[in-house]
């Protein structure tokens, strides 16, 4: 099982008035600019439409984060009025490119939000994608929900990488969560004509980004309006083995998601929340989890239009899965579609 939860750790622009959507200083949001690779380089991820330009972030180290990937739909720039939402993203290096990936398999981001755009399915989206965290299984770990788990499961997590105890020190999830709040959101918006309010702000990951998703949304419910999670590891750590363990897991899960969720100020008439999984590969021990996920959400308050949970049969835990159902999280994620 520890080679399925492998990958779970693997590691000119326009001129737009500052936005403090997020309530931020002016300190916040004036901090020196990346180094930008623009488009037309080498080095940059090969696209099918669209403009992309990779930004390398000095001060994201502490977070185990720098490297960013900004791609801008085709009609951008064209109409100096237009500003567009914008979705971030995790394991940016995933998202556009196969030749950047460790496995040879991407989500087709440019492809996807160009097909339903010129479908009228979806407005032009700008998508900011996160290079994967040096440490990716405590940098996108919802850290808080650590304070909810019972002991045990606790211990069963710090065997899973291979240590006698968990350490709260080591992990970055807020870290890497108030980086991408307080240091790249404030930047993007200043750069490019977008639409910064949470409406139109969204964050979308998978399996392990999946998870800092939907802590994404909890954590800043005005900043991030929606989130979606394809393949959430709700598991958490290695997939339980005994069948007969299984329900007790999932009960312990659910429960610490609750009473997590229950401490934030997220809020089921103003946020959404996207979740779905595969049959296949790592994904074949996920059902149980998403089934109690969804009824808890249900008697919280959520209703089908801001809380969605799907199974695709035979999708296996990869890229090739999320990039062959994108398209449903995304016009879940855009709540003003055409």
Known sequence: MLALLAGLQDAPPAQVPPVDAAGLTSDQVTAEGPEDTLPGAAALPAISSGRITQMMFADGAAAGVG???VWTPPSYGRDPRARFPVLYMHDGQNLFDPAFTNYGKEWGMDEAITRLSRRGDLREWIVVGIRSPETRWLSLFPEKLLDFLPPQRRAALAATIGEERLDRSAFRGDEYLDWVVTRLKPYID???PTHADPA???VMG???GGLMSLYAVAEYPKVFGQGAGLSTHFALGNPIED????????ADMVA???AYLDSTHIDPEMNMLYVDHGTATLDASYEPYYVAFAEMM???GWA?????SRRFKGAEHDEDGWRERVDIPLGFLDRYDP
């Open 206 to 208: 998978a399996s392990m």
């Open 67 to 69: 490297e960013v990937w």
């Open 200 to 202: 139109n702000t969204a």
């Open 190 to 192: 200043r750069r490019y």
């Open 243 to 250: 069948e007969a363990e299984v329900p007790a897991h999932v």
């Open 298 to 300: 249900t008697k919280g």
């Open 256 to 258: 610490a998601w609750d």
């Open 304 to 308: 089908p239009t801001h809380f969605e």
